[in-house]
């Protein structure tokens, strides 16, 4: 797992007019934390923690910061809904050969049997593994795969010192038979059977409106 190096500042405003004044000079706020240490708030350069994130799981070795010395991983990250800017993040602290749960990929490879259709249900799988030893995901190769043929968490070839934190049974992908060109068209014409005809509303309202004039009358 790569380490990189970011230079930080212990933060000292806070509030909401604080921190948009922190990420409009081109930091971001962040929050360390971990062995029983004291909650540190600091602000981490955006661009650079934005390089660091691209890479799942990084571990990071803050610089800067009076009183700590090691090494952390992103925990919790929030982005702007729309700009997807870096606006806060939280860090834990991490010790080599500290045991972690973290979420890794799932990256699969390869055709499925010609007549198959390949439902995968997990693209990440949560597994415990040394902190400075993350793996970066797990390759599964599906070629030839028949249908039904299955994987489920428990079929997966972890690398040695990482253990599995789901459920085994749980569903990784399987192989469904492809739909049919009848089956399709079924569904196409169910999904605009649902979809109301233009004009039909203002008939239904008509009729009740027929029928109370008759009684009316």
Known sequence: ????????????????????????????????????????????????????????????????????????????????????????????????????????????????????LLDQQLVQISVEAEATHIPDGIDLDVTGMEIGAAIHAGDLKLPRGVSLQVDPEALVLHVIPQPTAEQIEAELGEGEAAEPTEGAEPAAEGAPQATDEGEAG
Do not use: C, W
């Open 1 to 116: 797992m790569p380490e990189v190096r970011i230079a930080a500042e212990p933060r000292t405003e806070f509030g909401k007019g604080a921190a948009r004044r922190t990420r409009r000079a081109g930091l971001v706020p962040a929050v360390l934390y971990g062995h029983g240490a004291d909650t540190q708030h600091v602000v981490l350069p955006g661009h650079q923690l934005m390089l660091a994130l691209k890479t799942p799981n990084v571990l990071i070795r803050l610089e800067g910061v009076p009183g700590v010395d090691g090494l952390a991983l992103p925990k919790a990250v929030q982005r702007d809904p729309i700009k997807g800017f870096i606006e806060h993040a939280d860090l834990i602290l991490v010790r080599r050969g500290e045991k972690v749960t973290v979420e890794i990929a799932i990256r699969v490879s390869g055709d499925v049997a010609p007549d198959g």
